[in-house]
């Protein structure tokens, strides 16, 4: 899962990205207004972590604009203004959720896998896909009931074919998932994390589709 927080509190921000970080969620951060619209012009995100009060304008103006053009990335407003009234007003401009601050780092996540479920249209927590169950809550992954070891990386990985399976992911969607701006992106990363997979699932789990991406097969 790929976030973009858009907070201009540097040590908030910085707390958020790596605490998010830990639960396995990919965080590029901006702090502006500004940046945050020319961030979602060029890149693809699950969700967004947007504060209101930003240098310069209100995080109201961005959530509004999105709405207005038809982009429903899932959106969590995390913010001071905490009194109903501002609640009710964000709600209402689109917002899929609100959390005031000071905030609990835990909740946050529970909050963001929550919004991004609800966006892809699931009500339960795990994810499955024939026998193999995927915990975004606790980043682990089962076969058959039994614990499948894998890494940040090979769940991120995972988690993404996962998603939709049987659609192809590109390999730079994949990178995505796996890389904020402030990290260097491997050149065969996805390569090696798909051959560890396919060790760990079946060689036949994960289809290499010839110069377009990766796919999961049927069920296994």
């Not at 951060?29 to 209100?58: E, K």
């Not at 050149?187 to 798909?194: D, F, I, L, Q």
Request: net charge negative.
């Amino acid at each position: 899962m790929r976030v973009l927080v858009v907070e201009d509190d540097q040590l908030l921000s910085d707390g958020v990205r790596v605490g998010l970080g830990m639960k396995g969620v990919t965080v590029d951060v901006v702090s502006t207004l500004a940046d945050g619209r020319c961030a979602l012009s060029n890149n693809v995100f699950d969700a967004i972590v947007l504060d209101l009060m930003l240098p310069d304008g209100s995080g109201r103006d961005l959530l509004r604009g999105l709405r207005a053009s038809g982009d429903r990335t899932p959106t969590l407003v995390l913010t001071a203004l905490d009194e109903t009234p501002d609640r009710i007003a964000e709600l209402d401009a689109g917002a899929d959720d609100y959390l005031g601050k000071p905030f609990d780092l835990d909740e946050l996540a529970a909050r963001v896998r929550a919004i991004v479920r609800r966006a892809a249209g699931r009500a339960e927590g795990c994810v499955t896909w024939g026998d193999v169950a995927l915990d975004p809550a606790r980043l682990t992954v089962s076969r058959d009931g039994l614990p499948v070891p894998v890494s940040r990386r090979e769940f991120a990985i995972l988690a993404a074919l996962m998603e939709r399976p049987g659609v192809i992911r590109s390999k730079p969607e994949l990178e995505a998932k796996l890389y904020g701006w402030q990290e260097g992106v491997e050149s065969n990363a996805v390569e090696v994390y798909v051959h560890n997979l396919r060790a760990k699932l079946g060689r036949d789990a994960i289809e290499t589709v010839r110069g377009v991406g990766y796919r999961l097969r049927g069920a296994p």
